[in-house]
């Protein structure tokens, strides 16, 4: 499909649409909230229609200061109608990343999704998909000026927070495209300094377990791969995704690889991988999971020994 007939269906959709309903993966992170968050802002603004924006699982401390947080619904709290005309379904990769929120799609008449994770398997009608855009924010940005739509203050606010935290304040930022839109973003008043500020909202506990569990890291292959666990007690302590610890190691010399071990439950591991020199989403693959080619991970039903072994056989398979 021609782009220009993507949009021509896009605008018409929600023209048309009487409910909407917007959500990203399970246990959000700034991306899915805030694209998500951004695309009903501007739904608001041009087509003066509200949209119901939804979440499951934890939405975790340091998003709690993101404006318009107080329009996202615990999707277990809200009433479903059983027939829903538009959904938007962003961020998500696999289906399987949407958790309870997948029931909600066969209840939608229309189902658009825009995502910038590789994924075969799509479940919208209509794909505004670009595996090469740094967040899910920036290809919201790139419809809005497309459509020649509305912004506002609080649309530039959420897709400049999309864009610094899915590039890591522009570390992984591939193209000239995020950052071209970051100074657009700045020169209509972003502030990235007082964004940046919003998110320092983890508890005291959580900063220190993620401190804690980095200092017990091990080390191989000559200090190449750095691999750190968090046990069960620590997972509940923890805020969102932990990277503070993937942020520390990586600030080692001759760290090129960090694997992240987190229990979530006795024969459940989150497996989170960070790259500097090789592609690893292929070993994220392998355990069943998925993402990007240098941020990618999964989650293995099986015992922490067990995925640990498994993990440390596929690197050792890479480096050889
Ligand atoms: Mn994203």
Redesign the pocket.
Known sequence: MKKNDAFDILVSKIKNAKSIIIFGHKNL?A??MC?GLALAQLIKLNYGKDCLCLYDGNMPDSLHNIPMRESMRYYAKVDIPESVDLVFVL?YGTIKNLGALSEILPKSKFKIEFD??KNDNCVGDLCINDVAAS??GEIIYTVAEKLDWRRDETVNDLIAL?VIT?TGFFKYARRGAALRIMADLVDSGVNIEHLANLLNNKSRKSVLTEASVASRAQFMWRGRVAIAVVDRSEYKKLDGRSDTILNLLGQIRGVEYIILLKQQKENQISVSLRSKLKPIDEIATALGGGGHAYAAGAVVQDSLDNVRAMVLDLFKEMLK
Request: hydrophobic fraction near 10%; aromatic fraction near 0%.
């Open positions: 992170d991306d899915s694209s961020d910038h994770h967040s899910v999309s899915d």
